[in-house]
């Protein structure tokens, strides 16, 4: 537990509550009545564990245990009613009139399939069957009988979900197109608790969320939610819904064991181990608290990709030289390799007055060797978390809750660029309050990032370091030492040539290579830890002579997330309509850290700098308020029912926006819903998309918000990225000189970048969805239109230092030669050099996406069950390039098929599930490249042994080992194998 500081008060203050609380209120439950009973299967007379039993009407409730008995205390008074439900069976209501009676009671055997309860797309309890959104809901049974490894890999099974896999500790759901790695625009709750990590914008999949032993359910609202729930729900979300302590009591433990790589491609096979622990208990109907723990370690999946995005057809490599197409590419920028970033052309040399064929002043575009991610990310992974709760009932309809969450992870996730995290550190404290019509929600959100890393700036610290500046301006330089054994052995070989370009060329990067730090030797190692922990991402040189000898990669980031929110229903008051009203407030506070995040109030040139305290100056503050009311009204008994929704949200960095959502249900025949959606949503910049002010000499990294740009011009003094890389190809084919430069000047197109504004959509969404054939079919289906304004995303443009554009001086500052400042020569003008910005910016275009889903789930006979469901999702092409790629990222069509059986034997049960989807580009600032079409099997066999509480499961995700990859720089993923081992209700 290395780092992780658990919230000892809270752990004292429940084992207290465990130890004393039953003598505190021992005189009290003289007027309490207790019902005990057993629930069982009419035909086999089977206990049902897990049964629900609940006081109708009130909070009260309980649950059956592995036997199907149940106690429950409770001051209500007689006769009351008890519901009792259990998944398969009809639901049963029983009057209880008097005391001292054991009830039992037999539950008739019926699938009854789409009977859900969701509250996630109204913010209400009502039927799936007529939420105005589609909703997709995993209850605790599905969760159980998933042939996925995990609760959160089942979510990939639903509906329209796609799930990219960062790292066996984190993977991130997407809905309906436009998926990135770190999804800023999917929002993930757990009991109403937002999970993203702030600085780093991404809610970190299950990293701090519930167990396999306290999952409840799981709710998915595909597409827009923003409506009622704001800011970053915009492509959906994700509500993991956890057990109650005082309806689900007991210890319960744990244990899965696996082992994956088993083909030992990437790595020899590892084992992956899991450890959970669950303990609630309840004391009368008043107070509860429940813990959990869990300890999960393994080897993750690599990414070792090693195809060549920088082809040398393009105009960024040296198409002039076909001697260089293929392997012998002296521009290559691997998937996942660092250092050598040609395409961005952060690691890049123009190598120029070379006579190649006879042809004088002839230049090269050579990219440094840079690293495997495999040499520079361990493979091992650990996720350690722990919650606690505390709940009291001041009356039988209204319960008040703390609760403390804490997660500590290891993993990789990609964003600009791949990120190490390592003993990333979230803590989540939360106060709720509910009753019937009112609930009120306080958190606090703190994160730390541990000892985690940046792989780039790693990879091009390390080569800078060990192996020279990216330059020709000194002996030492690496391009001087390349440019040297080039005609070194031009000279030896009777002049450069196309037929000798590709050994020469290999010949010069080995002699340029010599002597720097060579992954699995002690020198690197020693390089590698040194980098990992500084803070600052710029290494010394003559342009920035106080930074880092060695230059740095650390990711330390510290922020504080501070939320509350409170919704009312009113319908009790307003009668005419039910009427739901709530409002909300966020603040993040983040900590500036001189490399990540600064203070904007300090000079440009001291926001880097520590203050005498050790500070880089006082917290960022960003900020966010809304509030939102919805009305319904059923009309035709009960046969149409409307909603109508609006919100309003406001950042003080922007104009306050207004949401609205109109929807309409419509019941034919008590079974056929028809659904019809209208909504817009808006998306207020991440806090990283927002502030973020990286300071990596080479590129530098800078957040939406305009005034950020004050003092250095790249919203309206800059060139677009491609416009440079075709002036300099240009310039190159012509001589490489400051003539063939001002001759080319029309190749540049100024960025001219708009001012940062919210993320918008216009949402238009049918459905229907039925109950058939005597409760035997599901029939779900879906169709959407998204329209997008101000897609945010990641441009990077090129500024001339000190001059404007469209000057002379100004074109001569895009030379690659003009990287950096240059001093006059008898052929050249000096130049000042050139400053590099990656900006979040909005695009230019619309976009419009549209898509449509169906799903159909099957009794046909028995206990066995079919589901299957497949989705389209395609975007509409513009007739004009942006000013950045989009990246829609998604495949046009996914599809799944799940076959089993709960209990084809006596207590014995299987799954499997076929998962397919067909290729796709995927577009990113770090890399872009194709992702191959494949298919994967899961499955699993589970068996029930209720005499020892105990449920094994054993099975396989991607049964057949299909080594695929689900986004571009992101891990091979292949078979995992599992046996788990489940024990309930000990206690």
Do not use: C
């Amino acid at each position: 537990m290395t780092h992780l500081k658990i919230n000892v008060f809270l752990i004292g203050a429940l084992l207290f509550t465990s130890i004393h609380v039953p003598f505190l209120v021992k005189g009290q439950e003289t007027n309490m009545l207790q019902i005990t009973g057993k629930i069982t299967d009419d035909q086999k007379g089977e206990p049902l564990s897990g049964a629900s039993i609940q006081i109708k009407n009130t909070g009260e409730g309980t649950t059956a245990d592995q036997q199907g008995r149940f106690s429950l205390r409770t001051r209500a008074r007689i006769p009351f009613t008890l519901t009792i439900t259990s998944i398969g069976y009809d639901v049963r209501e029983v009057v209880v009139k008097s005391t001292g009676s054991d009830f039992n009671i037999a539950l008739a055997t019926r699938t009854v399939l789409g009977n859900e309860v969701v509250v996630t797309a109204s913010r209400v309890s009502e039927s799936i069957l007529k939420s105005p959104v589609a909703i997709e809901k995993l209850d605790i049974r599905a969760i159980k009988e998933s042939a996925a490894p995990g609760f959160y890999d089942a979510l990939e099974n639903v509906k329209g979900v796609q799930m990219t896999t960062s790292s066996l500790t984190f993977k991130v759901p997407n809905t309906r197109g436009f998926n990135i790695p770190n999804n800023f625009r999917f929002m993930q709750l757990v009991d109403g608790v937002d999970m993203q990590a702030a600085t780093l914008g991404v809610p970190l999949g299950n990293a701090i969320g519930p167990t396999e032993l306290d999952i409840q359910s799981v709710e998915i609202t595909p597409g827009a939610a923003s409506a009622l729930y704001g800011m970053n729900a915009i492509n959906g979300m994700a509500n993991l819904i956890t057990k109650n302590p005082f309806t689900n009591q007991g210890l319960s433990v744990y244990q899965k064991l696996g082992v994956n790589h088993v083909d030992g491609t990437d790595h020899a096979p590892a084992l992956l181990t899991e450890t959970a622990i669950r303990y609630a208990k309840a004391f009368n109907d008043r107070f509860a608290f429940k813990l959990n723990a869990d300890y999960m370690q393994g080897t993750d999946w690599r990414s070792n990709t090693r195809l060549d995005q920088n082809p040398n057809n393009l105009k960024s490599a040296n198409p002039g030289f076909p001697a260089l197409n293929g392997a012998a590419n002296a521009a290559f920028d691997g998937w996942n390799k660092y250092g050598d970033d040609a395409l961005a052309g952060s690691n890049v040399v123009s190598v120029g007055g070379l006579t190649i064929d006879g042809k004088a002043n002839q230049t090269l575009r050579v990219a440094r060797t840079g690293y495997w991610e495999t040499d520079l990310v361990s493979p091992s992974v650990k996720n350690i978390k722990f919650d606690g709760s505390l709940h009291f009932k001041p009356t039988t309809q209204s319960e008040i809750a703390y609760t403390y969450r804490v997660g500590s992870m290891d993993g990789v996730f990609q964003r600009g660029n791949k990120i190490r995290l390592q003993d990333v550190i979230v803590q989540n404290h939360a106060l709720q309050f509910k009753n019937k019509n009112f609930s009120w929600l306080s958190y606090l959100s703190v994160e730390n990032t541990g000892n985690s890393y940046n792989v780039k700036p790693l990879a091009d610290n390390m080569d800078l370091y060990s192996g020279g500046a990216t330059d020709t301006k000194s002996a030492t330089s690496w391009g001087t030492k390349y440019k040297n054994a080039l005609n070194s052995f031009g000279t030896a070989h009777g002049g450069l040539n196309s037929a000798n370009l590709a050994e020469a060329t290999a010949y010069a990067r080995q002699q340029a290579d010599a002597g720097r730090a060579e992954p699995g030797t002690p020198r690197f190692d020693s390089i590698k830890n040194v980098i990992t922990r500084i803070n600052n991402w710029d290494i010394k040189s003559g342009s920035i002579p106080d930074a880092p000898v060695t230059g740095g990669a650390a990711l330390i980031q510290k922020s504080k997330l501070y939320h509350t929110e409170a919704q009312w229903d009113l319908s009790s008051k307003v009668k005419v309509v039910n009427l739901l009203i709530g409002a909300d407030a966020r603040i993040y506070a983040v900590v500036p850290d001189g490399n990540n995040f600064v203070d904007f109030r300090r000079p440009i040139n001291e926001r880097n700098t520590p203050l005498p305290d050790g500070s880089f100056g006082k917290n960022v503050l960003y900020k966010k308020f809304g509030g939102f009311a919805q009305v319904t009204k059923t009309l035709f008994d009960e046969h149409l029912k409307l909603f109508g929704s609006l919100r309003y949200d406001y950042n003080p960095e922007f104009t306050p926006r207004v949401t609205p959502r109109i929807a309409a249900v419509y019941t034919a025949n008590e079974r056929h819903n028809f659904r019809v959606t209208y909504q817009q949503g808006y998306r207020f910049p991440a806090l990283f998309e927002a502030l973020s002010f990286v300071n990596n000499g080479r590129v530098k990294r800078v957040g939406s918000l305009s005034y950020i740009n004050e003092g250095l011009g790249y919203l309206d003094n800059s060139y677009t990225q491609q416009s440079v890389i075709n002036f300099n190809a240009a310039v190159s084919a012509q001589g490489n000189t400051d003539e063939a430069a001002l001759a080319n000047r029309s190749l540049l197109v100024p960025a001219n970048l708009p001012k940062a504004r919210p993320e918008k959509i216009n949402s238009l969404e049918i459905g229907y969805k039925s109950i058939l054939f005597d409760n035997k079919v599901v029939i779900d289906v879906d169709a959407y239109s998204n329209v997008y304004d101000g897609f945010l995303g990641q441009v990077q443009v090129y500024v001339p230092k000190g001059e404007t554009i469209g000057s002379d001086a100004g074109v001569l500052a895009m030379l690659d030669r003009n990287r950096d400042a240059t001093a006059a020569t008898a052929t050249t003008a000096a130049s000042k050099g050139q400053d590099r910005y990656r900006v979040y910016t909005n695009a230019k275009n619309t976009y419009t996406n549209y898509g449509s889903s169906l799903g159909i789930t099957y009794n046909f006979y028995r206990k066995f069950l079919v589901k299957a469901n497949a989705a389209y999702n395609k975007m509409k092409a513009n007739k004009t390039d942006d000013i950045f790629v989009t990246g829609f990222n998604t495949p046009d069509w996914t599809a799944n098929i799940t076959f089993g059986n709960r209990e084809i034997l006596k207590n014995f049960g299987f799954n499997v599930t076929w998962r397919w989807q067909n290729a796709f580009l995927w577009e990113s600032p770090l890399v872009t490249g194709s992702i191959n079409a494949y298919h994967t099997v899961d499955a699993q066999v589970n068996l029930r042994i209720p005499a020892f509480k105990t449920t094994i499961k054993a099975g396989a995700s991607d049964l057949l080992n299909h080594r695929y990859l689900q986004y571009a720089g992101g891990p091979t993923i292949g078979g995992l194998y599992y046996l788990s081992f489940t024990l309930d209700n000990l206690l």
